[in-house]
Each structure stands twice: as C-alpha cells, then as structure tokens.
C-alpha cells in the first residue's frame, strides 16, 4: 500500500477539483433524484390503477438492475435511437431514476406506516385524498423517514464515481489519470479514497444527529 | 436486427458472460456472508479496542465507493487476477454491510436467550452457534437477501477491471454488432430476472415472519 | 475440598454493584441437600439478581459461591452449570427448537450423551408431566403453562444436583399457575434441591423447609415456614407478611 504523502500533497490540487466535481454532481443527483423519489413515492400512495402499475415496474426496474448498466445503456444507447445527450447528462439521468427509484420506497414505506385511523379521521373531515395526503401523511411520513433520506446522500455520493465509465471527469477519473500517468497506484487511489471517507464520516456524522433528534421525538 | 445477429449476441451473454456472473456471485455470497455473521457477531461483543478498530474500518470500507475499491484491490494489494480481485473486493465491502445486519439482529434478540444458554452450561461460541444465530440469521433473512442483491449487481461494475461476465460481454457484444440500446436492455432484463427472485424470497421471509410474530401467545 | 455437611450451594459474602447502585449487600446463604428454599420480598430487592450469581450468569463483585463445596472459579464454572439447573421467568425455551429438542440439545451437545440415550430419557420426563403428544410442537404453538413446564424438563434433563427457580410463576396467567407449581411441589417431594424465588408462598408452605425474606439487596432473615407464618420473625418481615396477605 505504497501511499507518498509527498506526492499526495503534490497532486492534492487535481484531487480537489476532481472532488470538486464529484461535490457538483453528487449535489444534483441528491437533489433531483430526492424530489423525484418523493414525488413518485408519494403518487404511489394514491393507488391509481393504470399508474400505480407503471410506477410499480419503474421502481423495480431501477433497484433490481445494476446502475452500471443503466449508465451504459443510456450513455450507449441513447445516440442509436437518435437522442443524443452530453456524457454527464446521460450518466446523471442514470443516477436520479436509479436512486429516485430507492428514495420513492422509503417514502412509500414511511407514509403507509402511518397508521389507518389518521386516514380516517381526516376523511371523515371532509379532506380529499390528494389533500390528506399532502398535509397530513406526506408531514408526518418525513419525521421518521429524514435519516434514511439523508443516508441516500452518501450513496449518491458513492454512484458518482461510476461517471468515470461513462468518461467524466470527478474524482475517481481524477486518480485513474494520476496512476495512469506517474503509477502511482498507492498515492492516487488513497489519496480519493480519503476525500470520500472524510466526506462520507460528515455525511454520517449528520445522520446520526438526525436519527438522534428523531429518537428524542 | 436480424434473428441472427440476435441469436449470437444471446450466447454471447447467456453462455459465456453470465455463467461467470454466477461463478462470481456464488462464490463472493459464500465468502461475503462467511465474513459478514463473523464480524457481525464480534461487532455484539464487549470489547471496546476491537469495537474501536472494526468501526473505523467499517466506516473506511463502506465509505469507499465499490469501483474505487476495486481499483485499489487491483493495485494497490498482492490480490493477482481479475476474478481474485473481484471476489476479495465483493467480498469486503459486502461482509460490512452484512456485519451490521447480523449486529442489530444479535442486540435485537436481546440478552435472555443468551443467558438461557449460558445457564445450560454452553459456552459463548457455542450460545451463539446453537441459539443465537439461527434465530438472528432467520430473522434478518429480508434484509440479508438484499444485500445479496446487492452484491450480485456489484459484479457488474467489476466489468470495470476487465472480469468478462455478462456486462462486460455486452460490451464487447456491442463493439461487434452495434445495438446498444437493445443488448444493454436484455442485459438489464437478466439482471432484473436474477434479482427479482432473490427479493421475492425475500419478501416470502418477511410474510411469514410477520406471521409468526402473530402467532405468539 | 471439604463437603461434609452436604451443602449443595453456599454463598458467602456475595456484593454486586450496578455502577454505584449497591445491588446485592454482603449476603450469605447455605444450601443443603434435599432443601427446598424459597426466598420471597418485595419487587426489585435483588432476589433475582442474586440468583443469577449463583450460577455466574451476573457477575459479582466480592464474595464466594461454593458448588457442593467446590469454590465455583471462572475455569469450572461452565462445568458446574451443567449441574445446576435453571428455570426462567419467561421461560426462554429456544424457539427454533422443537419441544423435545429444546429438551435434548444440551445433554447432546454438552453432556455429549448419546442422541437416542438423551431422546429416551427427554421422553420419560415428558411423559412424567403428561406432555409427550407435545414434544414436536414449537414453542410459540404452546401455551405458557406448557412451556415453562417442558423449560423445567430441559433443566431436569441434565441431571442437574440443584434447580434454580426465577419467579417462574410470575408471567402465567392464573390457571395455568397451579400446573407447573404441581411440577415443583413434585420435584420438591422427591428431594431435588431447589432454590425458588417466588411470590408463591402457598406453594411455600406447602413444601418449602425454609423461607428466606429478602429486601433491599440483604438477607433479613431464614426462617421455617412454620415460624414464617407464625409471624415469629422481624418487623420487617411481619410488614410484608401482612401487605400480601391483606391483598
């Protein structure tokens, strides 16, 4: 494990910008895949016949397969059917269905698990069913469920790194570069590896804050 | 495309690409989960030195993303040969999560039965194999077979390094005959086949652990 | 070395600290062979806790237990607890376990007796208390008066010199109560050395040859059962006779 801290602090500059972009990313896979899943997650709820069907395979399809293979085949095979997209679009695209599919679960979970004599009480209140669902269980549903929604963050953090396949350029793409360049193996793979877990500690660090107020309510 | 093209690209990936995605799975799922209850069960224990040292690595492995993991196995580590690499990579960053399955399911049985063993003239080891572990590993069998899900879709990204097993093969499918967007998606359909079964028996435990919880007096 | 006197269990001077909390205060107690001692107080006095020192599953301390005259060490202990039974208040049969495995497991595992030896001798016990149409039955298809009854053959079938008892009536709904007290009086006739923590004390004067009132982590007194009842004890035992006997 031959890691040279002198040259860890002479390619720390590319490290960071790769980082940097990995931040970027990550930030846009978070947010999007995040307000996806709660959407879809939250449709789910509504049990619309036709829809619910749809949503149902989406979610399977996502969580089942592997999101390498999501990426290639949008990456790939997009341009075949006339689309075509920037690398970091179509590997992004990958990421938000990929982990809008987890996050629509968690939601799902969370707000069927809010028990039946909530529902009832604001039905018999006069409350629509898109209207309960939004005031009151969507509310509710997202105290228990915001460390799990955190946690996502570092996954999505993780499914960065895949973008490297697809050409690029993060963190990931930033230390096969260096090994491929200077062989470096050992500075430029450690070297990444200590920005995610730093980054991963912060991550979890807040997680557990919030698992530990959620304990408190 | 024409039936042929169609029939090749098939063998392709179901005779030569997905056997090894077998031999690759079948192999890390032995050694994974072997790992996995190991740690998990030491993770129970009382000590705080080897409590701090797990944790810092457990928080080391899973705070790596895979593919970086892979990289680093593959040169940083005396591990020679694609297949080797894989293994050993699925292998550790898997056993972690697998660890604090089997955790929470030890402190979930909770102490009595430990003790009631123990009462019996049992020692630790043979507590935790007789007792303790047939119930946890029951109990925790949904959350088990999801990580085998997941580590069957990190054979995938080991496509990465060079392993030929399916994906890689559709690469290389695709580098022959074209067609992307049609291989990647049969490629993901295999995929969804395999993990939907693992998932589906899953969620078989989860039913009937539900019910025998009920039927508790 | 020395067991003259026949002590099956003595402990002495046994202290327990829960971090600063005082659990268990100096106590001393002797156990012969054949007696049947019941040790009765109020809720959260220790009495259980002191129980489970006797066969180490609660660390102590200071003080000494002594097994059959044995000074009881971390070495031989897991040797001793294969002669000294113990019966749980929620039973803690292993639910994975089919009845009479539960009953088998450890004579073959730990005694390393012969499966059909220990499956013979698990049979008769079963049949001794008329449960033998549920021995391949899983705990949670019994109910509770079945299982603490088959939890006393598992401990019964290590051929064990003492049993310990932990309030093993206490999560029983009443009429299943009286079925496995009958078990314990039965043993208790036929001369097993019992120790009972128990609110049962009908079932104590019944068999008991002592009671021992315990309260705030202290033996306050041993007395006959006759002298119990009698009230010839202390103050504080007269107090507790009468709470409970006023309920």
């Given at each position: 494990?031959?890691?040279?801290?002198?040259?860890?602090?002479?390619?720390?500059?590319?490290?960071?910008?790769?980082?940097?972009?990995?931040?970027?990313?990550?930030?846009?896979?978070?947010?999007?895949?995040?307000?996806?899943?709660?959407?879809?997650?939250?449709?789910?709820?509504?049990?619309?016949?036709?829809?619910?069907?749809?949503?149902?395979?989406?979610?399977?399809?996502?969580?089942?397969?592997?999101?390498?293979?999501?990426?290639?085949?949008?990456?790939?095979?997009?341009?075949?059917?006339?689309?075509?997209?920037?690398?970091?679009?179509?590997?992004?695209?990958?990421?938000?269905?990929?982990?809008?599919?987890?996050?629509?679960?968690?939601?799902?979970?969370?707000?069927?698990?809010?028990?039946?004599?909530?529902?009832?009480?604001?039905?018999?209140?006069?409350?629509?069913?898109?209207?309960?669902?939004?005031?009151?269980?969507?509310?509710?549903?997202?105290?228990?469920?915001?460390?799990?929604?955190?946690?996502?963050?570092s996954?999505?953090?993780?499914?960065?790194?895949?973008?490297?396949?697809?050409?690029?350029?993060?963190?990931?793409?930033?230390?096969?570069?260096?090994?491929?360049?200077?062989?470096?193996?050992?500075?430029?793979?450690?070297?990444?590896?200590?920005?995610?877990v730093v980054?991963f500690w912060?991550?979890q660090g807040?997680v557990s804050i919030?698992q530990k107020?959620?304990k408190?309510? | 495309?024409?039936?042929?093209?169609?029939?090749?690209?098939?063998?392709?990936?179901?005779?030569?690409?997905?056997?090894?995605?077998?031999?690759?799975?079948?192999?890390?799922?032995?050694?994974a989960f072997s790992l996995g209850i190991l740690l998990g069960v030491v993770r129970s224990k009382k000590w705080p030195v080897v409590q701090q040292v797990l944790s810092v690595y457990l928080g080391i492995v899973r705070g790596i993303?895979?593919?970086?993991?892979?990289?680093?196995?593959?040169?940083?580590?005396?591990?020679?040969?694609?297949?080797?690499?894989?293994?050993?990579?699925?292998t550790i960053y898997n056993s972690a999560y697998i660890a604090e399955i089997i955790r929470g399911g030890i402190i979930g049985l909770g102490e009595?039965?430990f003790?009631?063993?123990k009462?019996?003239?049992?020692n630790s080891l043979?507590v935790i194999?007789?007792?303790v572990l047939?119930?946890v590993?029951?109990?925790t069998?949904?959350a088990?077979?999801?990580?085998?899900?997941?580590?069957?879709?990190?054979?995938?990204?080991?496509?990465?390094?060079?392993?030929?097993?399916?994906?890689?093969?559709?690469?290389?499918?695709?580098?022959?005959?074209?067609?992307?967007?049609?291989?990647?998606?049969?490629?993901?359909?295999?995929?969804?086949?395999?993990?939907?079964?693992?998932?589906?028996?899953?969620?078989?435990?989860?039913?009937?652990?539900?019910?025998?919880?009920?039927?508790?007096? | 070395?020395?067991?003259?006197?026949?002590?099956?269990?003595?402990?002495?001077?046994?202290?327990?600290?829960?971090g600063?909390?005082?659990?268990?205060?100096?106590?001393?107690?002797?156990?012969?062979?054949?007696?049947?001692?019941?040790?009765?107080?109020?809720?959260?006095?220790?009495?259980?806790?002191?129980?489970?020192?006797?066969?180490?599953?609660?660390k102590?301390?200071?003080?000494?237990?002594?097994?059959?005259?044995?000074?009881?060490?971390?070495?031989?202990?897991?040797?001793?607890?294969?002669?000294?039974?113990?019966?749980?208040?929620?039973?803690?049969?292993?639910?994975?376990?089919?009845?009479?495995?539960?009953?088998?497991?450890?004579?073959?595992?730990?005694?390393?007796?012969?499966?059909?030896?220990?499956?013979?001798?698990?049979?008769?016990?079963?049949?001794?208390?008329?449960?033998?149409?549920?021995?391949?039955?899983?705990?949670?298809?019994?109910?509770?008066?079945?299982?603490?009854?088959?939890?006393?053959?598992?401990?019964?079938?290590?051929?064990?010199?003492?049993?310990?008892?932990?309030?093993?009536?206490?999560?029983?709904?009443?009429?299943?109560?009286?079925?496995?007290?009958?078990?314990?009086?039965?043993?208790?006739?036929?001369?097993?050395?019992?120790?009972?923590?128990?609110?049962?004390?009908?079932?104590?004067?019944?068999?008991?040859?002592?009671?021992?009132?315990?309260?705030?982590?202290?033996?306050?007194?041993?007395?006959?059962?006759?002298?119990?009842?009698?009230?010839?004890?202390?103050?504080?035992?007269?107090?507790?006779?009468?709470?409970?006997?006023?309920?």
């Open positions: 494990m031959d890691f040279n801290p002198k040259l860890f602090f002479r390619f720390f500059p590319q490290l960071l910008e790769g980082y940097f972009f990995t931040l970027q990313y990550a930030f846009i896979g978070i947010v999007f895949s995040i307000l996806l899943g709660i959407l879809i997650g939250m449709v789910m709820c509504l049990k619309i016949p036709v829809v619910n069907t749809i949503l149902r395979w989406y979610i399977d399809i996502f969580r089942e397969t592997p999101l390498i293979v999501q990426m290639y085949l949008l990456y790939y095979g997009l341009p075949y059917v006339g689309v075509l997209l920037p690398p970091a679009v179509a590997g992004m695209l990958a990421i938000i269905f990929n982990e809008s599919a987890f996050t629509a679960e968690i939601v799902r979970g969370g707000i069927e698990s809010i028990g039946l004599g909530q529902k009832k009480a604001a039905r018999s209140l006069g409350f629509s069913r898109i209207q309960i669902l939004l005031t009151i269980l969507f509310p509710q549903a997202m105290k228990s469920i915001y460390p799990s929604l955190a946690g996502q963050g996954f999505i953090l993780k499914d960065t790194s895949l973008l490297t396949l697809v050409t690029i350029t993060e963190l990931t793409s930033v230390s096969r570069y260096l090994n491929s360049r200077y062989l470096i193996p050992g500075t430029a793979f450690i070297g990444s590896a200590i920005f995610y980054t912060a991550i807040v919030l107020r959620q408190w309510n | 495309m024409e039936l042929s093209k169609q029939i090749i690209i098939w063998r392709l990936l179901l005779l030569d690409g997905l056997p090894q995605t077998f031999r690759l799975a079948l192999i890390s799922i032995g050694s993303p895979f593919l970086l993991l892979l990289l680093l196995v593959y040169f940083n580590t005396p591990v020679k040969g694609v297949f080797k690499v894989s293994v050993v990579t699925l009595n039965q003790k009631a063993g009462s019996l003239g049992m043979e194999w007789y007792v047939p119930q590993l029951n109990y069998m949904p088990l077979l999801g990580q085998m899900v997941i580590l069957v879709k990190g054979t995938a990204t080991c496509s990465a390094i060079g392993y030929t097993e399916i994906t890689r093969s559709g690469t290389i499918a695709m580098e022959a005959y074209g067609s992307p967007h049609i291989i990647y998606l049969e490629i993901m359909l295999v995929y969804f086949v395999m993990c939907h079964i693992l998932t589906t028996i899953g969620k078989h435990f989860e039913a009937k652990g539900k019910l025998k919880m009920l039927g508790k007096r | 070395m020395n067991n003259s006197d026949n002590s099956v269990i003595r402990i002495e001077n046994l202290s327990k600290y829960y600063s909390f005082h659990a268990i205060k100096d106590v001393s107690l002797d156990v012969h062979k054949g007696e049947t001692h019941v040790i009765c107080g109020p809720s959260g006095s220790g009495k259980s806790t002191m129980l489970f020192c006797i066969n180490g599953i609660e102590y301390q200071s003080g000494h237990v002594y097994f059959n005259g044995d000074l009881m060490t971390p070495k031989n202990i897991r040797h001793m607890r294969t002669k000294i039974g113990m019966v749980f208040q929620h039973f803690e049969l292993f639910p994975h376990l089919t009845a009479l495995q539960n009953v088998t497991i450890a004579p073959i595992k730990i005694q390393k007796r012969d499966r059909e030896e220990a499956e013979d001798n698990a049979r008769s016990l079963f049949k001794k208390v008329g449960l033998e149409n549920r021995m391949d039955h899983f705990p949670y298809q019994l109910s509770g008066g079945q299982k603490q009854r088959i939890a006393i053959l598992r401990a019964l079938a290590m051929d064990p010199d003492i049993v310990l008892f932990d309030e093993p009536t206490s999560a029983l709904d009443p009429e299943m109560v009286k079925d496995v007290l009958y078990v314990m009086k039965d043993l208790s006739t036929s001369g097993m050395t019992m120790i009972v923590v128990t609110h049962e004390l009908g079932f104590a004067k019944e068999v008991a040859s002592h009671i021992t009132f315990f309260e705030d982590g202290q033996i306050v007194e041993t007395k006959s059962p006759d002298e119990f009842f009698r009230g010839n004890g202390s103050e504080r035992t007269k107090i507790f006779l009468n709470n409970i006997i006023n309920v």
